[in-house]
């Protein structure tokens, strides 16, 4: 059985500064997800990797992906208040994706 | 990627009635998924709908409750059937696109509340 897990789960931050967010997963899984969902809005897709050490990146946002480990991290450069939200990773397991419970992020001026 | 629109955005049911939530995709797609998120919760998978096959639901959910169309490679529709407050959440359909990455969009959601 698939599991995915990720921490922190909540989140407080300063604008400016760094930090990861770490996506383990318990099996094999051809493909690594991002998310983001704002409150009360639907989830939009961030990254897809696929093989390891992938790494993409898109504005102060960044994953990566180690299949040996089975970790995926995102990492948020000089955090601004607009990318606070909730940030899920998913693992590919046949057809569906399994979740992970999300990081809350938020982010103060 | 995929532009998904889902109808109705929201609603407020009475206990015991049924709510069908439709989804239209703007490519044809094979894969669609039916979700539930509870507040502050992540994602459960309902079932999965393709087009020429019965719908194939998680443990948990069964046909009868949530009953699934999917005439072809642009539609679906979900039916909360007999309702409870239990089922008060937000459900989103997705899609997987057949590109290289599979990517899954989803999409805005339907916001349930039965009282």
Not at chain 1, 19 to 34: A, H, Q
Not at chain 2, 91 to 105: D, I, K, P, R
Request: aromatic share 10%; charged share 15%; proline share 4%.
């Amino acid at each position: 059985e698939l599991k995915v897990e990720q921490n922190p789960l909540f989140l407080s931050m300063q604008e400016g500064k760094n930090y990861t967010i770490y996506c383990n997963y318990s099996t094999t899984s051809d493909r690594l997800y991002w998310y983001r969902q704002d409150p009360g809005k639907s989830l939009e897709s961030l990254f897809v990797l696929l093989s390891n050490g992938a790494v993409k990146q898109e504005g102060r946002l960044m994953a990566s992906l180690d299949t040996k480990a089975r970790l995926s991290t995102l990492h948020i450069t000089a955090a601004v208040h607009d990318l606070s939200a909730t940030y899920f990773c998913a693992a590919k397991l046949n057809y569906q994706l399994i979740w992970g419970a999300g990081t809350k992020l938020i982010i103060k001026p | 990627s995929a532009v998904i629109s889902q109808k109705p955005s929201r609603d407020i049911c009475q206990r015991g009635t049924s709510l069908t939530i439709q989804c239209q995709v703007d490519s044809q797609v094979t894969m669609m998924f039916w979700y539930r998120q509870q507040p502050g919760q992540s994602l459960t998978l309902i079932a999965t709908a393709n087009q020429g096959s019965e719908a194939t639901y998680e443990s948990g959910f069964v046909i009868d409750k949530f009953p699934i169309s999917r005439p072809n490679l642009t539609f679906s529709t979900l039916t909360v059937s007999n309702m409870s407050p239990e089922d008060s959440s937000i459900y989103l359909c997705s899609v997987e696109t057949g590109t290289g990455y599979n990517e899954q969009f989803f999409g805005p959601g339907t916001r349930l509340t039965v009282l």
